[in-house]
């Protein structure tokens, strides 16, 4: 008997069994913020399924098909059965991908990570949308919503495209998203975060949209531990300018206080939205960031 066949790649973003495992999972939002139109998620009013969650009193005009017949029977009152109502949650992703996101293989760990969440919302029938932002000015490249595992293959394409270029801040790709998005849900953005916009700006627009903000930001490991060994001169890879700066032991030492600060204040923004927010380095494999970081914290379950 022949070995069967090796399962064809269906994306070069996400190995086959890292995809499987994702069919098993689902986007876990501290909010559950959902739209008003049917979906999946249970909300915490009272609608139409199959789920039972209440009982109320019978008032004139009420629907005389929910009304529970066998307490009737019993109490000679009417008594109307309530379900949960199923709606629809949209996720959104905002990918990066400016020029600082080419150093030290930064986007090459936004794609994958994007393509993961926009994988388990298309499974969990979620309607999934995609942003990727590039030069300041411009609208953002754009995947309208689409839902289901028939738009798979699209999800992946849109992404394995992206390439970085471009100086835009991440506060101006959030409100020219919002041009375009209605409906309420998560917002996944990957990035370094390393803006001169107004963030705070930028999460509070989300938030008033009804978007949970998921933040997850990549460093390369030269932004985690930089080496100040010698005399240097820095160029900003959106901007071109320069800096020249001399070994200090002090320079350093002020250089980590302002990332764990930046750190610091990125959870805070999120979490007072409701979001989430994870900071990740860029050489970490996608599975080890999906499967034992976010699973582990909640992000996903």
């Given amino acids: 008997m022949e070995p069967l066949a090796p399962r064809p790649q269906m994306t070069t973003l996400l190995a086959n069994s890292v995809l499987d495992r994702l069919e098993r999972l689902r986007i876990r939002a501290p909010g559950r913020r959902t739209s008003r139109s049917r979906g999946e998620h249970f909300s915490g009013k009272g609608g139409a399924s199959t789920e039972f969650c209440d009982y109320r009193d019978y008032s004139p005009g009420d629907d005389t098909r929910f009304v529970d017949w066998n307490i009737f029977a019993r109490l000679h009152r009417p008594y109307l059965k309530q379900f949960h109502r199923e709606e629809e949650r949209h996720v959104v992703l905002l990918i990066d991908a400016s020029a600082s996101m080419k150093f030290e293989g930064k986007l090459d760990l936004a794609r994958p990570l994007a393509a993961a969440f926009g994988v388990m919302g298309l499974l969990n029938n979620e309607r999934v949308s995609a942003y990727v932002s590039h030069q300041a000015g411009n609208a953002p490249d754009r995947l309208p919503p689409c839902r289901g595992r028939a738009n798979l293959r ?23 998203l919002l041009r375009h998005h209605t409906g309420r ?28 903000p998921l933040g997850v ?58 979001g989430r927010f994870l900071s990740v380095n860029s050489e970490t494999p996608v599975e080890s960031v999906l499967f034992d970081q976010m699973r582990r914290k909640g992000w996903i379950e």
Wanted: charged share 30%; proline share 3%.
């Fill in 154 to 176: 699209t999800l992946f394409q849109f992404i394995e495209n992206i390439a970085s270029q471009g100086d835009a801040p991440l506060d101006r790709a959030v409100e020219l």
């Fill in 185 to 212: 849900g998560v917002c996944v953005i990957v990035s370094d975060f390393l803006t001169f916009g107004d963030l705070k700006r930028g999460f509070n627009l989300l938030y008033a949209a009804g978007l949970e």
């Fill in 217 to 274: 930001q990549i460093l390369s490991p030269r932004e985690i531990e930089p080496e100040i060994s010698t005399d240097l001169r820095l160029v900003d890879s959106e901007t071109q300018e320069t800096l020249d700066i001399s070994s200090n032991d002090d320079l350093a030492s002020l250089y980590q206080e302002y990332r764990q600060r930046l750190e610091t204040d990125l959870a805070l923004l999120c979490r007072r939205r409701s």
